[in-house]
């Protein structure tokens, strides 16, 4: 099946500070991306949808100055978490899907700890 | 709403015992689909079923679509440890963007 890598799967940071997450697709392209959030014991909440080499749509209440997303090629989608808070701790899970793909392939996720 | 709506919201069974889990959903769709996340981890597909299906199996799974009650069902046979999750249904829209919504989903306690 096919393979999405997140990196890193876990960091910790100073509050202030901005990280980046990247998402890739191994095995195929994907013209679509996703990133979501989640919280403990909690669904995942959709954040943003990105279409290679164009702006991401985000969802609802996401702020888009706040979090970044670039999808640049086929393979490869970042979001970055500028002046992360410690409110901004969670879980981000990026997916992935080809064009004509009807199911999306996850990443493992990756846990952010802002202190 | 474009979300499904899984139910029950946990689920504890016996090892070897079947586990059914529901999912309700508003909208006119495509196609749904079910997935699993284990936990701390992200999620796998298990299964598509289309909205001119009713019924699937993949293995140990079963997945059963009523678009009249805009509903659908996932029956795992033979529990076994290894299936402990959250499971969560993912209705795709007719008429919408490729994106998929998540409910709370059902966390399934497999007990040895």
């Known amino acids: 099946g096919a393979v999405v890598s997140q990196h890193p799967s876990r960091v910790i940071c100073k509050s202030g500070t901005s990280v980046k997450i990247e998402c890739r697709s191994l095995?195929?392209?994907?013209?679509?991306m996703f990133w979501y959030r989640q919280f403990p014991k909690q669904s995942l909440m959709l954040m943003a949808t990105s279409n290679e080499g164009s702006k991401a749509t985000y969802e609802q209440g996401v702020e888009k100055d706040k979090f970044l997303i670039n999808h640049a090629s086929l393979t490869l989608s970042t979001l970055t978490v500028t002046s992360a808070h410690p409110e901004d701790s969670s879980f981000y899970i990026c997916?992935?899907?080809?064009?004509?793909?009807?199911?999306?392939?996850f990443g493992p996720g990756t846990r952010l700890l802002v202190l | 709403s474009q979300q499904g709506e899984e139910d029950p919201q946990a689920l504890s069974i016996q090892e070897g015992e079947n586990a059914t889990m529901n999912c309700s959903y508003k909208t006119s769709i495509n196609n749904l689909q079910w997935y699993r996340q284990n936990s701390g981890r992200g999620l796998v597909h298990l299964i598509l079923i289309r909205s001119n299906e009713r019924e699937k199996h993949s293995g140990r799974l079963r997945v059963t679509l009523d678009t009249s009650k805009k509903s659908s069902s996932l029956l795992i046979t033979a529990s076994r440890a290894a299936d402990t999750a959250s499971y969560f249904c993912a209705p795709r829209v007719i008429q919408g963007a490729q994106k998929l919504v998540f409910g709370q989903g059902t966390r399934l306690t497999i007990n040895p």
């Open positions: 997916s992935a899907a080809g064009t004509g793909q009807e199911t999306q392939y």
């Open positions: 095995d195929f392209q994907a013209t679509t």
